[in-house]
Nanobody, 125 residues
């Protein structure tokens, strides 16, 4: 059974930084793409970023490009999301997700098979 556990969320001020972690158990992440999504109150879950299994390619939503960085440490079975220059619009619950099927479009929610429980990020103005 795969489990993904996010951590690192919190309350910060605009302009601050946070680093989220997503630790996996039950399956080695080495072979799979990973993604981060977020869901703000009253809104649909949206794509934030994704990284392929090797870490050599990553994809970002336009709203976070240049501010957020995804990375992975396959030896630690962990994926990270470094968030800089945070804005109130970044306030949401952030979810990590695991894609076990190669070739799917990583921006799509339905590309992912396993999800974490989410971690709250709140950015005050």
């Amino acid at each position: 059974q795969v489990q993904l556990v996010e951590s690192g969320g919190g309350l910060v001020q605009a302009g601050d930084s946070l680093r989220l972690s997503c630790a996996a158990s039950g399956r080695a992440l080495s072979y799979y793409a990973m993604g981060w999504f977020r869901q703000a109150p009253g809104k649909e879950r949206e794509f934030v970023t994704a990284i392929i299994w090797s870490g050599t390619n990553a994809y970002y939503a336009d709203s976070v490009k240049g501010r957020f960085t995804i990375s992975r440490d396959n030896a630690k079975n962990t994926v990270y999301l470094q968030m800089n220059s945070l804005k109130p619009a970044d306030t949401a619950v952030y979810y990590c997700a695991l894609d076990t099927t190669p070739g799917l479009i990583l921006r799509r929610i339905d590309a992912y098979d396993y999800w974490g429980q989410g971690t709250q990020v709140t950015v005050s103005s």
